[in-house]
């Protein structure tokens, strides 16, 4: 193996795996599919098995008799080949939901039709009916009531105002001192 | 019989009342396809009295269209007649385009301007639209034999076979062209009307120059999509 190649093999290396990395990523943080994310991790992984095999692939029948060069060139085609299938894999996702975003949208609209004769009638009797469906805010007012967050907030508050002062107060135990700060480790 | 007029309406506040006043006194039933206009459309469509189908999102003439096919399919409509909210087409000369279909002798019928036999010498083709119109007739004459004069024309009324078959599919961008060669594949009847336009009462064309420019690409991919597909027949 030549230095050139040893090069092109870091660098292939290099770039694969934050391409991996990168699409793990945006699975984890919820804004690629998962069955998109696999196909594509299959193809990468693919690709850093074939850079990594790089100084044996000459041992192939096909392959033997090429040289560094040809064979980067090869592995670049095929490469760009399996990336050129899972864009069309994606393009084929994105034509199945204009379909569906059309045919939902022709649907609404027709639904509409049905449904606003009956809303028109109702809405000579809806000053009698009171509001069942209201928003938290505007519920928590009308009630005086508080919601289970606003609880946790303040018991969260009074807990860390109480275990400041306590903190502060000179009879505070030095077992507990240690276990809420650093040294507790040591 | 019963027949539907079928009017997509992008922005087109100011042409609709007329219109749907014309539509009334020739007796027909209507449905407006509000596609997403930010103008007062769906209002002006609804004081009129007549039912509207407002899309949330903008479909195009297209998908605009096909609403209305399966609004008229889900309604028991005989005949669906498409006529544009620009105020072009009048409503008059319904009777005359539907004549074929109720004779049975057509399932497609185009409001045409340009039939050599009775030209609308009076309306005058923007040079952009009539390079395009030029291109599609040639393109369809060339993938299915089909002789139409004007292949853009927006007034058409279809049979209720042929509309069912539109509620299923139908061409997005520009689709007049494309429609004709997918009625010809599954073996409908398509029939020329002579007819005379008016020049529109307000708005703007959205056929721009440049998208008259791009025309001839949207109509060579349009019509190999259809060829490549395999042809369903219906008819």
Redesign the interface.
Known sequence: MTSFSLIVQTVCLVLLSGLMFYTLWLMRSGRLNAHVTVRWVLVECAGIFAVVLWKWLPLFKYTSALGDRELLMILAVVFFVLIAFLMLDCLVRISTHTTQVKRLTQELALLRTYVEPVGKEEDSTSAKIPIIVQDVDSFKQINGDLGKQDILLIFWIVACLGLYLWDIYPGYPETMKAFFTASYQH | MRVLIIIPAHNEEESLPGLLEEVRQAGYDAVV?NDASSDKTEQVAKAAGF???????N?GIG?GV??GF??AL?NGYDIAVQVDGDGQHDPAQISGLIAPILAGEADCTIGSRYMPSDPDIGYKTPFARRMGMHFSTGILRLASGLSIYDTTSGFRALSRKAFSYFATEYPVDHPEAEALLMLHQAGFRIREIPVRLRFRRSGQSLFTFFKAALYPLRVIIGFMGILFKRPRRVA
């Open positions: 396809i039912p509207v189908l407002s899309l949330p999102v479909l998908g096909q609403t399966i609004y889900r």
